[in-house]
């Protein structure tokens, strides 16, 4: 018995087990399942909580939290001349900044102003009473208690209340101004003028310690404000150098008028300094380096949460030019020195390679004959168009060569005064005929024969001369001539890596004015800048090459241990324009005439005073009958290469409107240039070019 309920409850025993086991499984499985339901309910909740409820502020909360770029200014591209010293350089200056952040209100930069006016003194000079009263009336509470003082406000316009709240200000009916509100107006002036995320400059010149402090210790209460630098052009060679190298525009002044729609169009901000004149303007994209590039984002506060430089930026190349930095101060004070009084209306010079077209130096000033004022204006030798006179008579006889008028073996003609429909028209030395004498081409440029060049015009225009019947020329002798002086250079611009160039000046043609046909020959007719005499003379003395002018030989970069010039990124190759079909003995006419007018033995030989120059050189003077406000003046001129055999240089000058006794001022001024030539740049320790 005992057994048989053992085994019994033993197997009940297990029976049980087994069944309860059976129906924990299904138990848990629904437990979890149960779990994972309610778990699948709550993210559902938040879904839709995240995306339905909270959806238009998570959205508002990422856009004004959004990546913005601010882009930074960089150091622009220094300047150096031919044996690599520094001739435009940069300063860096403290400066305190402000960028204008998203959504920044009037009301913003006012209370930022008026803070900002609490630790730095600005300049008010400038500053309007306009200005003023918008910054005062910035204020929300300002302008409520303006409004009350303006009679029918209600009835009237927003713009019309700001107008008329304006105008009370300005009567001094609102409030009196204080110096401080002068201070942080001219602060808000300046936070005004600048774009969103554009930086403008508050103040970047003389900045104390006391004020960077200042301002760096109350930066997180001023939104945008920052401690920074600011660079501005300095010349260590002289700020004279700036008539060639230009000038660039200021933080305050910003970008040129005529050109912030293109510039803004480029990238550039507002406020940002620019290249405006002479080379600063034409090298403008090689001088300005790349700008910085900051990422951040902005609270809903409009304060920025966080910022990475993504860019540093990258500085501007640096231009090295063809001019020697002492020789072009040389040459300045030497065309300021010979100034002439009466109606002078001032000089110019410029000194060449003939190989390159390199200019080493160019230099100018102007004169004002009524008050005897001398102005600086190197840019002058290409803009300002004069009758030269003679200097362009080895053209003439270039072109009559060329098209078989004389040969080299055949040139001689008779001096002789020109006469031809009641006038006359004759050399300085035969006025009346009492010195007609033969001359070959040579002796023609060496004595300056006026008579001879007409006599050559004469002859291309297919005209037989009979004294004193009347000049019936064929117009087109206008176009003929012009074309062959456009050969050398004279009355087309040179292309020179300059803004601004002339290409000279015409006078009327047509049957009416076929006696200026004549004048045309010997010089005294059209305008010429002096860089086409510099870029005729060097055609002359290359072999025929009409060589492009240029004041940059290379583009360089940094060199970042000292500082200095780095390696040649780019270089300026000199560029043919057109070569004058000339034979070497139709030249050697030309070349031997030049050197006759220096070295010749004729009484009336113009170069005479040219004959002390070492190395000896060839030339040909040039003097023009000119009027200035109705008064005859005389117009002087010179073309000369030195050596007169393989030159080296070639100069060429103008002095307009002297006085009648100056004939010899040309002779001496280029006789000053080349002795400075050889001393400065040929026999100068620094002559090597880096």
């Known amino acids: 018995m005992g057994n048989f309920f053992g085994k019994f409850f033993k197997k009940r025993t297990r029976s049980t087990r087994q069944t309860n086991e059976s129906n924990t499984i299904p138990f848990r499985l629904n437990l979890i399942f149960l779990v994972v339901g309610l778990l699948f309910i709550v993210l559902i909740w938040k879904l839709a909580d995240l995306q339905i409820i909270q959806g238009n502020y998570f959205k508002s909360t990422v856009n004004q ?21 520094l001739m435009v350089g940069n300063e860096n200056q403290r400066a305190i900044t402000y960028t204008r952040l998203p959504s920044v209100s009037s009301k913003d930069m006012y209370q930022t102003a008026t ?18 009263a918008e910054y005062y009336l910035a204020n929300p509470e300002n302008q409520a208690s303006a409004k009350k003082k303006i009679s029918g406000a209600a009835s009237m316009s927003p713009n019309q209340q700001q107008k008329a709240e304006i105008n009370k200000f300005i009567a001094g009916k609102i409030t009196p101004v204080t110096n401080d509100m002068k201070n942080a107006a001219a602060i808000f002036n300046s936070m005004s003028g600048a774009y969103t995320l554009s930086t403008t400059y508050i103040k970047y010149n003389h900045v104390s310690d006391r004020e960077m402090s200042l301002v760096g210790e109350h930066q997180s209460d001023l939104p945008g404000v920052e401690v920074g630098s600011n660079w501005v052009r300095n010349y260590p060679q002289g700020k004279e150098v700036r008539t060639v190298t230009g000038s660039v525009s200021s933080n305050k002044s910003g970008l040129p008028e005529d050109r912030v729609n293109s510039l803004l169009a480029q990238g550039y901000s507002q406020n940002e300094s620019v290249g405006i004149s002479d080379l600063e303007s034409q090298y403008e994209p090689v001088l ?42 040389d040459l300045q004070k030497i065309v300021r020195k010979d100034q002439a009084g009466g109606y002078s209306t001032g000089t110019y010079a410029v000194v060449m390679n003939p190989y390159t077209g390199g200019v080493i130096g160019m230099a100018g000033v102007d004169r004002d004959p009524k008050t005897n004022k001398v102005t600086q204006n190197d840019v002058g030798v290409i803009n300002r168009p004069i009758t030269m006179g003679s200097v362009v008579k080895p053209a003439m006889e270039s072109g009559a060569l060329m098209k078989g008028i004389i040969t080299p073996e055949n040139s001689t003609q008779t001096d002789q005064p020109i006469k031809n429909g009641g006038g006359v028209k004759s050399s300085w030395f035969n006025t009346n005929g009492s010195h007609n004498i033969q001359l070959t081409a040579q002796d023609a440029l060496e004595v300056s024969s006026n008579s001879y060049m007409m006599q050559l015009a004469m002859k291309e225009a297919g005209f037989k001369y009979v004294p004193g019947a009347d000049l019936d020329m064929n117009p087109s ?64 003395a290359n072999g025929g090459y009409r060589l492009k002018p240029q004041l940059v030989q290379n583009i360089r970069g940094i060199n970042k241990e000292n500082k200095k010039l780095g390696a040649i990124k780019d270089t300026i190759r000199p560029k043919i324009l057109n070569q004058i079909p000339m034979t070497q003995s139709q030249r050697n006419v030309i070349l031997q005439g030049m050197y006759k007018v220096v070295h010749g033995t004729s009484p009336y030989r113009t170069g005479e005073l040219l004959n002390t120059v070492k190395p000896e050189i060839a030339a040909k003077t040039g003097t023009a009958q000119t009027f200035y406000d109705g008064n005859q003046t005389t117009t002087l001129s010179l073309i000369a290469m030195a050596p007169a055999k393989n030159p080296k240089v070639v100069v060429a000058l103008a002095m307009p409107n002297m006085p009648a006794e100056s004939g010899r001022n040309n002779g001496q001024l280029a006789t000053d240039i080349l002795n400075a030539y050889w001393k400065d740049v040929e026999n100068a320790p620094n002559k090597r070019q880096v």
């Open 65 to 85: 939290t959004s990546n913005y770029v601010k882009y930074g200014n960089v150091a622009r591209g220094k300047i150096y001349d031919a044996t690599g010293k």
């Open 115 to 132: 803070k900002l006016g609490d630790y730095i003194t600005v300049p008010t000079n400038r500053l309007t009473k306009k200005q003023i």
């Open 288 to 329: 300005k380096g790349s700008k910085s590039q900051t990422q951040f984002k902005v609270n809903t506060s409009n304060q920025i949460i966080s910022q990475v430089v993504k860019y540093p930026g990258q500085n501007g190349d640096n231009l090295q030019l063809t001019i020697n930095s002492k020789f072009q101060n």
């Open 477 to 540: 002798i206008f176009e003929t001539l012009r074309n062959n002086f456009k050969q050398f250079g004279l009355g087309v611009k040179t292309g020179i890596d300059l803004p601004g160039e002339s290409a000279g000046i015409e006078g009327p043609t047509g049957f009416a004015n076929i006696g200026k046909a004549l004048d045309e020959s010997y010089g005294n007719y059209d305008g010429y800048t002096t860089i086409q005499l510099a870029q005729y003379v060097a055609t002359i």
